[in-house]
Every structure is written in structure tokens, then in C-alpha cells.
């Protein structure tokens, strides 16, 4: 169950519902859930989450080139964000065992291109 503080922080950070606040809390997997509390706590002035480990200088180089290299030759329309995210989720896994979650997995109420 979502606690109640944290329901009423996610409505303050979105403007949702705070049926929509709880379900999102209630329905996230415990990495995810942790994430968007700790989310709401260090990134109040922002209306879009990122995952916290994108805060970590040790992980700032990493991060920033994670899939760069692997998707140089592509071009860049709509929808390029996902498989930009995806190569990035994939290598940080492989290669560093990062768990980093996607701004859409951050920011589940929102939808991106």
C-alpha cells in the first residue's frame, strides 16, 4: 500500500489525480516505487523524473556515452527516444550492472514520442 505523504508528494510533483497517484505507486515494482520517492524528495523543482543514479558523478561519463556510440548512424525522428533508451537500459545492465530506469519508466503518466 502507497503511503499517504508519498501519494499527496506525487499529486503535488504531477497534478494528477490522487487516484492515479496511488495507483502508480501501488502498481510499481519496489525498484521503480523507491525510485520515484526518491524522485520526488531530491528532484521537486521538476515536472519530469529521472532516475536518481543520474545524480551520481561516478556514474555521470557512463550515463552520458552509455549508447551513443551503438546508435551514432541513426537517424533521430520520432520514436528515437525508446530505442535510444532501451540500448542504454541494455548496456548499463550488461556492462556496468546498472538497474537505470527510463524516463518513461520514471514518469509512467506521461507519454513520449
Given at each position: ?22 495507483q ?45 556510440l ?14 535510444y ?29
Open positions: 500500500m502507497a503511503h499517504p505523504d508519498s501519494v499527496m508528494q506525487l499529486r503535488r510533483a504531477t497534478g494528477l489525480p490522487v487516484n492515479a497517484c496511488k502508480i505507486l501501488e502498481g510499481a515494482e519496489p525498484d521503480l516505487h523507491a525510485k520515484i520517492v526518491d524522485a520526488m524528495e531530491s528532484q521537486s523543482d521538476s515536472q519530469l523524473f529521472h532516475d536518481p543514479i543520474e545524480d551520481d558523478p561516478t556514474f555521470a561519463e557512463i550515463l552520458a556515452a552509455a549508447a551513443d551503438e546508435l551514432s548512424d541513426r537517424p533521430r525522428g520520432i520514436g528515437f527516444c525508446h530505442q533508451w532501451a540500448v542504454k537500459k541494455r548496456i548499463l545492465k550488461e556492462q556496468y550492472d546498472v538497474n537505470w530506469l527510463t524516463p518513461r519508466e520514471m514518469n509512467p503518466w506521461i507519454t513520449f514520442d
